[in-house]
């Protein structure tokens, strides 16, 4: 895993994913009192940043490979982003998502075209269910973060934030990821060691998820005593990847936890201030930025919003917090 | 006013007005029954595309001007466009708008500093009041459409649909403006008429106030009967403008009406699918493309998003459309 797999895949993605903008607002300056620079990933295909690890694990297989088909596991980001890619490859998928994924990212996985089968998040392993179905069938399994292609598609993500901060006149500054497996935000944190050495990657995670937080400070791999329970759906993983966390050991700053408050909170403001929809998960990072100002100490921070897939009754309970 | 001043306004936006995207969804084409590209003015500054016109205005103002101000009226997004793009350059805005506007509208005019006055616009004349103003005060009145350097401004939103548009691979195609007093779709039309002579621009309206539509049917200004009574607040005005109309009446095809329920069905859809904030204004356009097929015969049509300034209450409304 290397800054050149990152690269590559921005070649191979190029005009397929979407260059996401840079979006700001006074309003939130002042909230955040410091600069806020919001990438905003909830406006690539298929709603978040996922389309590019996707993009970027398909494109690289081969005609064959893609001829047999993949299989991916996800709370319903991935997924898309896999149904997506195969669909646009010619390739059959095969998805498998928890039960209580939110209706929208099932429904939607299904029409892009991909065979959806449902596990019990609690008391299933979504890896070991994944691996069996692949060598049953033969298809080639894409994990979700645990997967240097996925990592490196991720990390282009890096390479336009770098590039789109520097037109704003920022080369320095914190940047907070919304982090589950830690494949976004150690492709970012690659990226960014090259690209832009000043900025600073750091996860943000939910309160009672905070794996990532807490094996940064014990240097070693924590695992979350639960698996449910957080509205931020996209985030919740059991632990940081066997191929991430180093990479995340190596270059990020200590992580900031949020409450799912904060979460729909950050929703509420990213509506009113930036006309964007984002979903809880996608609004950690935002939420730290905004509502932990104590936890930083530059004068900009950037907020990667990283997926707007939300039902909309969630939503319309996070415009109740305005 | 013709193509040149376009450029210029371009050139003293840059850097200063953001590139909106142009977004895409298999969904939204599959409702349509053809190619759907959507750009995204929501996510210019100030929440809609009216910063243009703003920018190009103020900037082209002299040092001296600049220091006594600047005045304008506005149901709430020229009014923010105004308000920013005078901060931004040091000058004193006063914003005369109607006492039933969206309250986020006015809150937000008053927080980027401006000095709102608010009138009756049932039993009002703004324009009037705007003159008068103005010349008690000694400030320069910036009118929202009929006003060369606002057209000019708004038409650099032509200028990315052309580059953006051909990325995609459309040059020919249908673009529905959502249309109040024409100075975006006259701008864009004036635009697209040298950068891309293949697309057509029409104006949508909201049932009950297309005045534009009639008045290119019979070739002359034509009036609306009502001056409130549409969710739409940002495109309800009295008639096209002097200025706009002649250039609406030489580059424009049939307008296409739409309903309140449409558009707020047409918000509903872009928080779906593409993860936008829509008001119901700006989602006009959008509707038209969804859910009047048959006034197109083209494989693609492009669909204005012009701004996204929406109360929560009236989101989530839309929202319970899905």
């Not at 002042?30 to 970027?56: M, N, P, Y």
């Not at 730290?288 to 309970?317: E, K, M, S």
Request: net charge negative.
């Amino acid at each position: 895993m290397n800054f050149e797999m990152i690269t590559a895949a921005a070649n191979r993605i190029k005009g397929h994913a979407r260059i996401t903008p840079m979006l700001t607002s006074p309003f939130l300056d002042d909230i955040a009192g410091r600069q806020v620079l919001i990438k905003a990933e909830c406006l690539q295909h298929t709603g978040s940043f996922k389309f590019r690890g996707a993009w970027s694990a398909v494109s690289a297989l081969t005609d064959n490979t893609l001829k047999t088909g993949v299989i991916a596991y996800s709370s319903g980001n991935h997924a898309q982003g896999v149904a997506m890619a195969a669909a646009k490859h010619g390739a059959p998928a095969v998805i498998i998502m928890p039960a209580d994924a939110p209706r929208m990212k099932i429904d939607n996985t299904r029409a892009l075209g991909a065979e959806v089968i449902l596990y019990d998040r609690e008391n299933e392993d979504r890896d070991a269910l994944g691996t069996q179905i692949a060598s049953e069938r033969g298809l080639t399994l894409i994990r979700p973060y645990d997967e240097p292609q996925v990592v490196a598609g991720q990390g282009t993500t890096g390479l336009e934030i770098a590039t789109q901060a520097a037109e704003l006149g920022v080369t320095k500054a914190d940047v907070m990821v919304c982090c589950g497996g830690g494949g976004l935000t150690s492709g970012i944190a690659l990226a960014l060691a090259e690209t832009a050495p000043n900025m600073r990657v750091r996860p943000a995670e939910p309160q009672g998820f905070d794996d990532v937080t807490r094996s940064l400070v014990s240097g070693q791999i924590e695992r979350n005593a639960m698996m449910g329970g957080s509205i931020c759906d996209a985030i919740v993983t059991p632990q940081p990847g066997d191929l991430t966390f180093p990479i995340l050991k190596d270059h990020c700053g200590p992580g900031v936890v949020v409450t799912d408050d904060e979460c729909l909170r950050a929703m509420a403001h990213a509506f009113a201030r930036l006309k964007i929809v984002v979903e809880p998960g996608g609004a950690a990072a935002l939420a730290a930025a905004l509502f932990h100002p104590d936890q930083f100490d530059g004068d900009a921070v950037i907020a990667v919003i990283t997926g707007g897939n939300v039902d909309p009754a969630q939503f319309a309970r996070a415009l109740e917090t305005l």
